[in-house]
């Protein structure tokens, strides 16, 4: 017995150790190169000790087969996948390792307060990277941890900055907070722990705060069919005026980079397809047409497709991608459907918010997605198990 909990300690020390790392290969001031090594061989210790903990403790098929069927199949689609499409795109094997790592390790994990403490020292990496970017900005000339976009769409004045502090952009930060927040909503914290992380989301000025907050509204203030008509308005409006811009004509540049298309236009006032719905067009057009993969698609618009979606099937193809949809559709389904989420408000809207984003952003392979994703699920299996 002594031995088995020794076990999980150390594969929990392991997957936080891999959570830390893999934050850090984000910050600016880490090189790319040794940080990549460095979580690759984390990964393998992690991933090794993790299942050798499961199997010890000899209930691996009981659990991780008969009572989570579901989650097993989303996470074994892209190794099926890896096995006979050969596909080593290291964007698809870091998408594997990170979600198969984390649900090991959140369903083997004795309670979520060690989760809790991980992210809690990644928020104040955070924090302190959000500071430095605020003094620098006021009182420096460099540009280390603050960002400047000119002709940026979304802001009155044409320009756009970000307090990023340590990591790539303030979407990183925005998305790194939720999770946060998500993991003390599944600690029952006060209130005033809330504090800090609002105040940091509201200096990011992203959009998918906006969504965040009113989700929150909408499923602690409302119930049934008004609940979900309010939240799928929400949604939909949040992903139409992510990817286009309502601006005032002759105002812009165009066409530039953010500025790619005029859709239609009403007396002075333009509707434009922004650079992010424009990716997202053209990796559809391939996706379906089938004329390149997701490396190839990089390397001929220098971008990402801007959505996760999109990437996978450019990854393994259509097929795998509407295998990978419809099992997270079932998922997801069951988690809404046979747990009253207004228990944890905070958490299930951010983990609305994180598959919403699935088509808006590339954050297949971030651990922050997968935590708050496996935690749902850990929530209502711990409710199967209960009814039982």
Known sequence: MKQ???LSFFSELAFGFVILLYTLANFLLILELPSNLIIGLAVLLATSLIILNTLYKGDFYSNFIEKKADLVLLISLPLIFLFFNQNFESEFLSFTLVSSLSYLAIFNM???YFLLLIF?????IVLLGVLLGIIEYYFFESSYFNDTVEYYPYSASGRKISFSGFMYNYN???YLVICYMALLSFQNSDIKDYILPIVILFLMFSKLLILFLLLIVLIKFFKGKARIALSFFAIISYLILSNVVIVEEGTYPYPSM???EILTSYMSWDLVLSLHGW???QGLQELLVGASNFIEFENKYSYQPHSSLISFGLMGGIFFLFLFVGNLI???LRILNQIDISDAPILYAAFLAFLIELINWDFYDSFYFWIVFFICCKN????KSNNN
Do not use: P
Not at 120 to 124: E, G, S, T
């Open 279 to 281: 990716l997202k067009q």
């Open 120 to 124: 809690r020292c990644i928020f104040y």
């Open 330 to 332: 079932i998922v997801s």
């Open 258 to 260: 953010y500025f790619r």
């Open 172 to 174: 990183s930060v925005t």
């Open 4 to 6: 088995t909990a020794s």
């Open 110 to 112: 004795r309670n979520s």
């Open 380 to 383: 209502l299996v711990k409710i």
